[in-house]
């Protein structure tokens, strides 16, 4: 095929995609437009091949790909040459299965040949193995050929039945065509009606969810039961377990990524919780240091208790850096020079001007 020349030619053809409708054709060529879908429009060159013209480059890729699956079986048209928006194929004839079933029964035989096609599109690796009616061609001597299946490729949504070719058919055909696979594959034919049945009852939820109308007052009132930030004791505690939670899911991430065991990681920082939770019911004493603006939990020196930091001792010297401290600060400062506490913690609620160091026994 000379490729040049059907270049000039496709150069002279406009194809722009419509949302929701057929594609919109401007032909300056001397190629006759035999058809037209929602991807692209299809001109005829010869008697045997024809050239599908894409609205855009993606759907070009799409097809392209989704044919040359299907290339070693007899079930789809034949690719002759491929440009950046266009294919050269064969010119698939005969009659589809919409016109064909317009004056024609639904025979068992023909049932039968759309299950092997649907197995066929599973088997070459189709993610849609969908298809309407009047993209499925009888050929003369009773094979099919399908065209225009670019949309059973790169696919996030898919069916688990063949919802639109069974939908095409219509009620009548439809009921038809599942007694015949009834007969013809019974496991395949429960669950196709176990999908429908699915389908119905999610038709159902849905309008029941559309019908109703949601009471804003009542709601307004209700949710005043979830609220938990008016409560200061309880927002403490629900803050602390919401933080616990985002260190345990933290930390089992970065333990993960080192090569540790999920459930030995998870066995130590509960237990590290147990033993934080259990030392400060126990042993938590509250003190208030008005000039440095702190509150700590302290056990004094003499008591010597296990701290939490690994069961050991720990000595804990306050300095202050403030440049502008009190007269009342500084000889506060000096009666606690020598002091030396064991500290659990502290939470600063005026001045972020304390250095806490720690020194281990």
Not at 332 to 349: A, D, G, L
Request: proline share 3%; net charge neutral; charged share 30%.
């Amino acid at each position: 095929m000379d490729t040049k020349l059907l270049d000039d030619w496709i150069k002279n053809i406009k194809v722009k995609n419509i949302e929701n409708e057929d594609v919109e054709v401007v032909n300056k060529s001397p190629l006759v437009m035999i058809g037209k879908g929602r991807q692209g429009a299809v001109f005829q060159i010869d008697n045997d091949t024809c050239v599908k013209v894409f609205g855009n480059s993606e759907d070009c890729d799409r097809e392209n790909y989704a044919l040359s699956l299907g290339q070693r079986t007899d079930l789809f048209p034949k690719i002759h040459a491929k440009g950046s928006n266009y294919i050269v194929m064969d010119l698939i004839k005969g009659i589809d299965v919409r016109e064909y079933l317009q004056s024609q029964p639904l025979t068992e035989a023909l049932s039968e040949k759309l299950v092997k096609m649907l197995i066929t599109f599973k088997e070459i690796g189709f993610q849609r193995i969908d298809h309407h009616k009047r993209q499925i061609f009888i050929q003369e001597d009773g094979s099919l050929k399908v065209i225009d299946v670019s949309r059973t490729v790169w696919r996030d949504r898919v069916y688990p039945y063949p919802r639109k070719l069974m939908t095409s058919l219509g009620e009548k055909n439809k009921a038809l065509f599942l007694s015949h696979v009834q007969e013809l594959a019974p496991e395949l034919y429960d669950e196709w009606i176990h999908y429908i049945r699915m389908e119905e009852i999610s038709r159902q939820i849905t309008q029941s969810f559309i019908a109703q109308k949601p009471q804003k007052n009542s709601l307004q009132n209700l949710s005043s039961g979830l609220l938990t930030t008016n409560d200061e004791k309880q927002y403490v505690i629900l803050l602390e377990g919401l933080s616990h939670k985002v260190f345990k899911e933290e930390w089992i991430k970065a333990m993960l990524a080192r090569g540790y065991d999920i459930d030995s990681v998870m066995k130590k920082i509960d237990e590290h919780w147990d033993n934080y939770e259990q030392s400060f019911n126990e042993n938590k004493t509250s003190v208030s240091d008005d000039s440095g603006g702190y509150e700590y939990e302290i056990v004094t020196q003499k008591q010597r208790k296990p701290l939490i930091y690994n069961e050991e001792n720990a000595t804990v010297y306050w300095h202050d850096d403030s440049k502008n401290n009190s007269k009342e600060e500084r000889k506060s400062k000096k009666k606690r020079k020598k002091e030396e506490t064991n500290v659990y913690e502290y939470i600063p609620y005026k001045r972020p001007t304390r250095i806490q160091e720690i020194k281990w026994n």
